[in-house]
Nanobody
Framework: QLQAYEGGLVQAGALLRLSCVASGRTFSDYHMGWFRQAPGKEREFVAALSWRTSRIYYADSVKGRFTASRDNAKNTAYLQMNSLKPEDTAIYYC????????????????????WGQGTLVTVSS
C-alpha cells in the first residue's frame, strides 16, 4: 500500500515536498514513479526512480524544478517541487513497479502495480 502526503495550496514560485510512504511490504526493489492529473486531463508522468541504478527520469515540464528521491530505510519516496507554477496544479500520485522495466518504460501509468491515493497540489498565480 502506498500513501502520498503533504500536498497543499501555495503561491506561484513556492516549494512543496510530497512524501509517499509504503506499508505492508518493502519497496526497496521497486521502481517508484510520480504522476499527476489535472482536472479534465489524463494522468501525466512526472518522474521515476530506478531501484537498481538510482537513475531518475523526469518529464520535460518539471526538469530542473522537481527532484525525486527515495529513502529505502524509511520505505518512503519524495518529490521536491520548487518554483511551482499554476500549471503544476493537479492531484499527485505515487506508484510502484516491481522492477521489471527499464527506466525508459516508466513514463506510462500502465506498468505500475501499486498506486497511492493522491494528494492535491494547488498553485495560485
Amino acid at each position: 500500500q502506498l500513501q502520498a502526503y503533504e500536498g497543499g495550496l501555495v503561491q506561484a514560485g513556492a516549494l512543496l515536498r510530497l512524501s509517499c510512504v509504503a506499508s505492508g511490504r518493502t519497496f526497496s526493489d521497486y521502481h517508484m514513479g510520480w504522476f499527476r492529473q489535472a482536472p479534465g486531463k489524463e494522468r501525466e508522468f512526472v518522474a521515476a526512480l530506478s531501484w537498481r541504478t538510482s537513475r531518475i527520469y523526469y518529464a520535460d515540464s518539471v526538469k530542473g524544478r522537481f527532484t525525486a528521491s527515495r529513502d529505502n530505510a524509511k520505505n518512503t519516496a519524495y518529490l521536491q517541487m520548487n518554483s511551482l507554477k499554476p500549471e503544476d496544479t493537479a492531484i499527485y500520485y505515487c506508484a510502484a513497479e516491481p522492477g521489471d522495466r527499464s527506466i525508459g518504460q516508466l513514463n506510462t501509468p500502465l506498468v505500475y502495480d501499486y498506486w497511492g491515493q493522491g494528494t492535491l497540489v494547488t498553485v495560485s498565480s
